[in-house]
């Protein structure tokens, strides 16, 4: 296995992420059903508490992980290239029916 796999750092295991990812969005998405119900009672949407996002994965902790990656995107793997090349092809294609 490769060097990743050998740090010294525990990552945490990947089920153990996932629920606790699922049980916040339950969490925001059950509190969020009160704040309509509150509005839908009558009670004034300045006076409601809307709820926060309490548990974020690691990725929103450190800025480095969050921060996109320094690669270039390859030009010629994008769908912009590929109409490029076709617009050429028709056009050369058009001259040399002209011609």
Known sequence: MSNRHRTGEVVPDPLTRRVQVRSERHRV??????????????????????????????RHRDPA???????????????MWKRRTALRRAKAALERAVI
């Open 29 to 58: 998405n059950t509190l969020l059903a009160d704040v309509t119900g509150q509005i839908l009672g009558g009670a004034e949407p300045d006076d409601v508490v809307e709820p926060g996002i309490g548990f974020r994965g690691e």
């Open 65 to 79: 992980k969050a921060r996109p990656s320094a690669r270039r995107r390859r030009h010629w793997k994008l769908k």
